[in-house]
Each structure stands twice: as structure tokens, then as C-alpha cells.
């Protein structure tokens, strides 16, 4: 069993359903024709991405906002339903792939994961993970490519401000003067809730054992060090268990002893579904893939091809129905592998010329059409769940494939075009203030201070950046930062053009180091050519035309539709009964 394939069945099962609508209250607040959306459907959708304090008291006007937002939505869909853009072969596809994934997960939920973490153990799960607790930061952060001196280093340094920390230094001033987070030095900290069960383990278990106003030790993450200081802890109001209950089983797989038992059963699961359908690999497909991509590997390296090409063009097309895997009632073929990493495989698509990365997606492939299809036979396609999530995602994306072929297909901006628009709006198409910036990058801050005290005392400035500079790439140039606008190395660039020219600041944050620079020109705001905004000319113009063609969709739809929304209905949406 290769590790690829089981860490993908692995996230299937803790799937967290986003955006899943329950109808769990009759009452309508709004109508379209036959079509209703309910009260407690309503309530589901609001709480999606909302902390649920708030949701004690929505003004009228914030419900208004978002029932018409769903209207819209719902408008377009059933818009795109009457047109029959649901029978369009690119979204038809991605239904089937959405349906299939669905089904396979579902049964793996059942057959696994409502199996193995009990509904007890679910509830006392949701229960403890209403605590949170506020905290405070200071990171220290390290790099892939830091040495591990450098490493052992950032972590000595973690040690010295927790023992200043022990010896009673504010958390407050040690947090702006040593942490390598900007967001934490601006705002002391970053003060956050943490709720149980949202970070490591080993992160909550450090968190919730610590009383208010106490601090933790150096916390080794992936990221480096963190120190933690606890504001305040808290019982946090949940969204009701029903709402999040894939995201509760995620959180639970994860952990000990649920994810050692999971991983067995998935193993010994996946198995038997091979065994009872007599999967079986095609070794004659297997050789032939192998050798064609032998053969692309060879004319890379001799460079008869390049390496960002299409890396299965050597396939002929009469050949992409061998089948490179079989089983009862199905098979998978070599151009459905093809199709499916073209279409996933993201912008770096794996190398099908490396052995075990081939073998990896096309036995992942496979295994997940063999368990779609198991799926299938045992009658997944209409469980009520599964259903759910396919009405959702029919919601979700049919009003976006109407939008596509409605408004964004529709605009096509020329050249003349874009000329008129940015002949109307020239004013807003400029060049922003800009300083020629020479800076000394310096890692530890008591040094970058003494620096930034002797440049400012007069010593010469270059010669302060050939001992001190520590930016790779400004060594040759004599720490020739270069032109910087407002934001540009954030608060860098920001504080360069409020200088005038010759003046020196700092220290300066940037991501954990310290600046001290030196203005060597100027160059104020003036307005582009259309030669310099082009691009942005064709966006904003696109843009605009696409806002005016959406705005007539709209008109046109609630013409033919006439939604209705009931405001006493929506009155009693909050706050949500007990």
C-alpha cells in the first residue's frame, strides 16, 4: 500500500463539509415561486464563518443584506437549471467526480468512523472543546534552509527571553522588541482565542494546563519557537454539534488512540474491497506507460524536449483505452489517468517519469474508483447525506457556471475601448511616491541599533553596510535596496517615503530582522502612461463591463422570478431559541 494513496483515503474520512444546509426549521423567509428558503436554513447559512456571540443580536438590516445575498444566489441557480447549464460537459464532469467522492466517503464514514470514535465519545469531544483560551505571542521563527546552528541559536534566544520573562520583564515590551511576527509587535502579541482541539496536541495540552496571566515555556513548532502568555480562558458557545460534527471527527481521527486504530481499519478495509472485486493490475499497460515515459525521460535529458512540456504527449490517443488496472464490473485506463492529472495535478503537475510518483497517483486513482465503486453497490448514491452535499454543491457552483456564460464570456475589451476608459479615469491610474532606499539588514537588534546610532552620528554610510549588511542579494551593490513605494518590505517601505532624501532611519522590522536605511533619491507620484497601465486599463475596464452585465442579470432575473421575502419570519431568526 503506497503512503500516497492511504493519506488520501485518510482525509476522505475526516472530511469537514463546508456550507451544508439542514433544513431544520419549516418556516419561510423567503420564496421563490415553489422554491423556499427556510428559517432554519436561513440560520445555518448565517453562522457559517461567524463567531457565535454575535449571533446573539443581528440587526435586521445585517439579515436583510444576507437573505438577499442567498436569494441571488438561488436566483441564478435555478436560472442556470432553466437553461440547462447543468447538462454542460465540463460541469457534468466535475458533478460525477463530486457524486463519486461523495458516495466513497460516505461509506467510509459509516463502515469506519462512526464505528471506531463512538457517538459518546464524539459528544464529550464537542463538550470539552467549548473551552478557548486568549492568548499572547512571541515567535521566534526559523527557515527550511537555516543551519542548525543558526537554529540552535533561535531557540537559545527563546530560552533568554523567557527567563527575562521568569525575572518579571513586561510580556508587552518583549514581545515588540524580540518577536519576528510584525502582526505581534504592532498590536503586542497578537492577542487570540485557541480553542480545544484547533491547534496540536501537544500545543493545547501546554495551553490549557496554564492559570491566567502565567506564560509557557519555548513551544518547538515547525515554525520555530513561541512563547505563549494566557489573557484569559473561557467557554466559547459552539455551533450545535449537528453543524460540525465532520469537523469534530476530524479533529478526533487525528489524535490518539482513534488515528492508530483508523489506519488499521482503512489498511485492512481497502484490502478486503481489492479482494472481493479481484482488483488486479494490467502488467502489460503497466510496461507500456513505463516505457513511453522512459522514453520522455531520455529526451529531457538529451533536450529534444523541455521539461515544462506536456508530459504526456508521447501517448498516442488510440491507446489511451488500455486498461491499467481491473476489477469486477470496472477498470481504470490509461487516459483517464491522464485525464484526471491534468485536470488535479495543480500548476506543478507530478513527474510521471519518476517511478514511484507514477505508481502513487495511478494505484491512488484507481483505489478510489474501486471504493466509489463498492460505494455504489451497496447503495450510497442515495443516502440522505450524500444527497445533502450534491444539492449543496449544485447551490454553490451552478450559479458561478451561469456567471461564466452570462457575464464573464460575454466581455471582450479592445483596444479602443480600453483607451476611452482610461482617458475617463486617468486620475486613478498612477505611479506612487517612490524613495531609492540603501539599507543595512542586520539579524540581532541590539546591533542594528548601534548601527543605526553611528550612521546617524555621521560615519559613513557604506562602509557601515559592507560590515554589517547581511541581505545576500544588496552585497554587490552596496546594500542598493532600490526603488520602494508605500508597503513595499511592509512597514520599510512605508517609513522610506515619508523620508526625504539623505535622511536615515531605524531599526526597522522586516520578518525577523532589523533595517537601518538611508534615502538616496526621490521620486514623487505622477500619472502613468497608457503604455505603463495597460494591463491594469484591460482589468479595470473587463471588470467594470462584467459589473454593469451582472447588475442586468440581477434586474432581469428578480424580473422573471419575483422572489419575496417574509420580514416577520426573519424577525424570529435571532437570537437563536435555547
Given at each position: 500500500m503506497n503512503h500516497r494513496w492511504f493519506s488520501v483515503v485518510?482525509?476522505?474520512?475526516?472530511?469537514?463539509?463546508?456550507?451544508?444546509?439542514?433544513?431544520?426549521?419549516?418556516?419561510?423567509?423567503?420564496?421563490?415561486?415553489?422554491?423556499?428558503?427556510?428559517?432554519?436554513?436561513?440560520?445555518?447559512?448565517?453562522?457559517?464563518?461567524?463567531?457565535?456571540?454575535?449571533?446573539?443580536?443581528?440587526?435586521?438590516?445585517?439579515?436583510?443584506?444576507?437573505?438577499?445575498?442567498?436569494?441571488?444566489?438561488?436566483?441564478?441557480?435555478?436560472?442556470?437549471?432553466?437553461?440547462?447549464?447543468?447538462?454542460?460537459?465540463?460541469y457534468a464532469l466535475r458533478f460525477r467526480e463530486v457524486r463519486d467522492r461523495a458516495v466513497m466517503e460516505e461509506m467510509m464514514r459509516e463502515k469506519i468512523l462512526y464505528r471506531l470514535i463512538p457517538e459518546r465519545d464524539v459528544?464529550?469531544?464537542?463538550?470539552?472543546?467549548?473551552?478557548?483560551?486568549?492568548?499572547?505571542?512571541?515567535?521566534?521563527?526559523?527557515?527550511?534552509?537555516?543551519?542548525?546552528?543558526?537554529?540552535?541559536?533561535?531557540?537559545?534566544?527563546?530560552?533568554?527571553?523567557?527567563?527575562?520573562?521568569?525575572?518579571?520583564?513586561?510580556?508587552?515590551?518583549?514581545?515588540v522588541r524580540y518577536s519576528d511576527d510584525p502582526g505581534e509587535r504592532k498590536s503586542a502579541g497578537n492577542p487570540r482565542w485557541i480553542r480545544w482541539g484547533s491547534a496540536s496536541p501537544q500545543l493545547c495540552r501546554e495551553l490549557f494546563a496554564l492559570e491566567k496571566g502565567r506564560f509557557s515555556r519555548p513551544i518547538r513548532s515547525e515554525s520555530g519557537f513561541a512563547i505563549y502568555q494566557i489573557v484569559e480562558k473561557n467557554r466559547v458557545e459552539e455551533q450545535p454539534l449537528r453543524l460540525i460534527r465532520f469537523e469534530v471527527l476530524s479533529q478526533m481521527r487525528n489524535v490518539s488512540p482513534y488515528r492508530e486504530r483508523i489506519d488499521a481499519e482503512v489498511e485492512r478495509f481497502i484490502q478486503q474491497v481489492a479482494s472481493l472485486y479481484h482488483y488486479k493490475?494490467?502488467?502489460?499497460a503497466w510496461n507500456y506507460l513505463s516505457g513511453l515515459m522512459k522514453i520522455r525521460k531520455a529526451a529531457m535529458m538529451s533536450g529534444q524536449v523541455t521539461e515544462g512540456s506536456d508530459q504526456f504527449e508521447i501517448v498516442p490517443l488510440d491507446h489511451y483505452r488500455h486498461a491499467l488496472c481491473r476489477w469486477d464490473g470496472d477498470s481504470l485506463t490509461i487516459g483517464e489517468v491522464i485525464d484526471y492529472v491534468r485536470r488535479n495535478g495543480g500548476r506543478t503537475p507530478p513527474d510521471f517519469t519518476d517511478e514511484k510518483t507514477r505508481r502513487s497517483w495511478i494505484e491512488g486513482i484507481a483505489r478510489r474508483k474501486l471504493l466509489s465503486h463498492h460505494a455504489y453497490q451497496l447503495g450510497y448514491a442515495t443516502d440522505p447525506e450524500v444527497l445533502e452535499q450534491l444539492r449543496n454543491y449544485e447551490l454553490r457552483v451552478l450559479p458561478t457556471v451561469l456567471e461564466n456564460r452570462l457575464v464573464r464570456e460575454k466581455v471582450d475589451i479592445t483596444e479602443e475601448q480600453a483607451r476611452q476608459f482610461f482617458e475617463s479615469h486617468r486620475d486613478q491610474f498612477k505611479l506612487p511616491a517612490a524613495r531609492l532606499v540603501r539599507e543595512i539588514l542586520i539579524g540581532n537588534y541590539d546591533v542594528a541599533e548601534e548601527v543605526a546610532r553611528r550612521a546617524k552620528a555621521g560615519e559613513d554610510f557604506v562602509?557601515?553596510?559592507?560590515?554589517?549588511?547581511?541581505?545576500?542579494?544588496?552585497?554587490?551593490?552596496?546594500?542598493?535596496?532600490?526603488?520602494?513605494?508605500?508597503?513595499?518590505?511592509g512597514e520599510l517601505g512605508t517609513q522610506a517615503v515619508r523620508m526625504r532624501k539623505g535622511e536615515i532611519a531605524g531599526p526597522i522590522p522586516v520578518g525577523n530582522k532589523w533595517s537601518v536605511i538611508r534615502i538616496e533619491d526621490e521620486q514623487p507620484e505622477r500619472l502613468k502612461?497608457?503604455?505603463e497601465a495597460r494591463t491594469q486599463v484591460m482589468d479595470r475596464a473587463r471588470a467594470d463591463a462584467q459589473l454593469r452585465l451582472a447588475?442586468?442579470?440581477?434586474?432581469?432575473?428578480?424580473?422573471?422570478?419575483?422572489?419575496?421575502?417574509?420580514?416577520?419570519?426573519?424577525?424570529?431568526?435571532f437570537p437563536l431559541p435555547k
Open positions: 485518510l482525509v476522505s474520512v475526516g472530511l469537514v463539509t463546508t456550507g451544508c444546509e439542514k433544513l431544520t426549521d419549516p418556516l419561510t423567509v423567503a420564496r421563490i415561486g415553489n422554491v423556499r428558503i427556510t428559517l432554519g436554513e436561513f440560520r445555518d447559512h448565517y453562522r457559517i464563518g461567524r463567531d457565535p456571540e454575535a449571533l446573539r443580536a443581528v440587526p435586521m438590516e445585517s439579515r436583510r443584506t444576507h437573505l438577499e445575498r442567498m436569494l441571488e444566489a438561488r436566483l441564478k441557480y435555478l436560472e442556470a437549471k432553466r437553461l440547462g447549464l447543468d447538462q454542460d460537459s465540463l459528544r464529550q469531544w464537542y463538550k470539552y472543546s467549548g473551552t478557548a483560551v486568549k492568548v499572547k505571542t512571541i515567535s521566534f521563527y526559523t527557515g527550511e534552509r537555516d543551519r542548525p546552528k543558526e537554529v540552535l541559536a533561535k531557540g537559545a534566544l527563546a530560552w533568554q527571553v523567557y527567563d527575562r520573562l521568569r525575572r518579571g520583564e513586561p510580556f508587552d515590551s518583549l514581545v493490475e494490467d502488467e502489460f562602509k557601515l553596510v559592507r560590515e554589517f549588511n547581511e541581505r545576500r542579494s544588496t552585497k554587490d551593490s552596496d546594500g542598493l535596496l532600490g526603488w520602494l513605494s508605500e508597503g513595499a518590505f502612461t497608457f503604455e447588475r442586468e442579470l440581477s434586474e432581469n432575473l428578480r424580473k422573471r422570478y419575483r422572489p419575496v421575502i417574509y420580514e416577520r419570519a426573519l424577525a424570529r431568526a
